[in-house]
């Protein structure tokens, strides 16, 4: 039964609205009743609920964005936030959303590239169900363990884990602002991936709403369906409440170092050879190589490339150094180049934060990075020739602000078999190629231009990159590859095969029977989610 502070709050929103007759005036009132009736909600609308007449609407759908692009006025904007404060909350979302008849989207940070987190081009009604308040982390060190909720960010787990331990850590995101939530719904790679492999290599039970509004842990959900969020894409099954996690063991001193080399040093050859080391290099050692353009030091007016070797090392700078000196001399790393420090500093450093942050920083849960931008994804089996670079290289030159970040794989990656989650790029794979290009205006024709760009570059790599299927990562998602059409239907299996088989391979065909079986009324959708066979 509804509380009578909960009657009388409606009451009131209605006696505002009455003016008008309109669905989508009305989709509020109906939602924040449905919420009180079916949970334990019993606070007044304006501290969970907003909507777009709300002061505060655009705050909150905006705080954890990170793709401006998808806040332009032309995206379709949600009838509702609504920010549960417990998973009674979460549950009751689901079944209000059912009974309604609405779309749901579920955002957990808002890292998603193509916001289909907190935007649908769907074209019927949809709230958001922002998870910002469910941000709990319990750390056990006893059996090397922790519980996080969707909500919280990367950052702040790692933060925690810290602060129990100095020799205890997690192998996921380097940008610390991510969701934990969706983050490990796609994979979850970060520096520590050639060690222990992804997030979703580490995760030992997990709690979800399903499509019938059911909590359900590992136990109760199935190996299947356990499987199949490892990996499958965010917000198809259901929506994740918390992960538990299993911590690996990290030295109490690592080594960090970025390294930058532009055309002029010799960066095309330098990278030619680090295509091939960089995944059959020591475990320990997490390579990165970040691609820009910048001005060249002694010529004004004039751009180079830069090829910038951002690195963290399992270890001290002794060691390290003897590794690279045998690996990897071209890179010509000294000993002024390193830095020791822990790891939870390494976490900082990676992520871009200046010297001497303090890790607290990590409680803000903010993002460095805020941008109009369009991403594309490659994962690279062969290195790419010194001639296919110099092409690259021109192309980068035509572009304002692109950015390149080759990840390399190797090390446990090879060694677990694409079949044990959903995430197949395994074995193999030398590097993955994530591209960008950026701006800073809410302008189409800005946008159209940048976009153009990036997929004229995209059609160029395509004899370097992988083939049958051309791979890309769930977790940088791409609507270029594809979407699903039927808006009012199921999606097609065939339409769907397009993308989905990029994305997961083989594994493609065990999600859609999963999702088949779990919710056979396509209920979690999205423009890429995981379509129920007919």
Partial sequence: MASSNCIMVTLIIILLWSSSSVLSDTIPEKFYQCIC???????????????????????????????????????????????????????????????????????SGGHDYEGISYISEMGSPFVIVDLLKLRGIEVNI????????????????????????????????????????????????????????????????????????????????????????????????????SWKMKLVTVPSTVTVFTVPKTLEDGATKILYKWQQVADKID??????VVINVVDKKDVKGERTVQTAYNSLFLGKAETLLRIMNESFPELGLTQKDVTEMSWIESILYIAGYANNTPPEVLLQGKSLFKNYFKAKSDFIKEPIPETGLEGLWKRLLEEDSPLMIWNPYGGMMANISESDTPFPHRKRVIFKIQYLTLWNQPDEGLATKHVDWIRKLYNYMTSYASMYPREAYVNYRDLDLGMNKNVNRNSSFAQASVWGNKYFKNNFNRLVQIKTIVDPENFFKHEQSIPVKG
């Fill in 37 to 107: 009736k079916n949970s334990d909600f019993s606070d007044s609308f304006s501290t969970a609920f907003f909507t777009p007449n709300d002061a505060s609407f655009n705050t909150i759908l905006n705080s954890t964005a990170q793709n401006l692009r998808c806040l332009m006025s032309s995206v379709p904007k949600p009838e509702l936030i609504f920010t549960p404060l417990t998973e009674p909350h979460v549950q009751a979302s689901v079944i209000c959303a059912k009974q309604l008849n609405l779309q749901l989207r579920v955002r």
């Fill in 142 to 241: 006893e059996e090397n363990s922790a519980w996080a909720q969707a909500g919280a960010t990367v950052g702040e787990v790692y933060y925690r884990i810290s602060e129990k331990s100095k020799t205890l850590g997690f192998p996921a995101g380097l940008c610390t602002s991510l969701g934990i939530g969706g983050h490990i719904t796609g994979g979850a790679y970060g520096s520590m991936m050639r060690k222990f492999g992804l997030g979703v290599d580490n995760v030992i039970d997990a709690r979800i709403v399903n499509a019938n509004g059911t909590i359900l842990d590992r136990q109760s959900m199935g190996e299947d369906l356990f499987w199949a969020i490892r990996g499958g894409g965010g917000a198809s099954f259901g929506i994740i409440l």
């Fill in 283 to 288: 475990d320990g050692l997490f390579m990165r």
